[in-house]
């Protein structure tokens, strides 16, 4: 069974930053293109980033220039550094194999006010 479990969110201000890690088992982060994705209420789930076993990265456009993805393959982690933060990135965020698994974390809340 795949364990993920996200942690880092939180409430911040318009133009704050936040970083998130999840804690992945070791066997399907050890082949996967590892992902961020979010959902926000209402909204279908959106993929946000996106990191390869050969460190290729790729961002939502909406994402661009303000998000960053990184994986640790020592600790089975990715992170998620999220800068200049808009409301619109408001969303439960999960992390997952890209494509993802059947299984899915709780999740960590992430809410910027304006």
């Known amino acids: 069974q795949v364990q993920l479990v996200e942690s880092g969110g939180g409430l911040v201000q318009a133009g704050g930053s936040l970083r998130l890690s999840c804690a992945a088992s070791?066997?399907?982060?050890?082949?996967?293109?590892m992902a961020w994705y979010r959902q926000a209420p209402g909204k279908q789930r959106e993929l946000v980033a996106s990191i390869s076993l050969r460190v290729r990265t790729s961002y939502a456009d909406s994402v661009k220039g303000r998000f960053t993805i990184s994986r640790d393959n020592a600790k089975n982690t990715v992170y998620l550094q999220m800068n200049s933060l808009k409301p619109e990135d408001t969303a439960v965020y999960r992390c997952?194999?890209?494509?993802?698994?059947?299984?899915w974390g709780q999740g960590t809340q992430v809410t910027v006010s304006s």
């Open positions: 070791a066997y399907i982060f050890k082949i996967s293109t």
């Open positions: 997952n194999a890209d494509p993802p698994t059947y299984y």
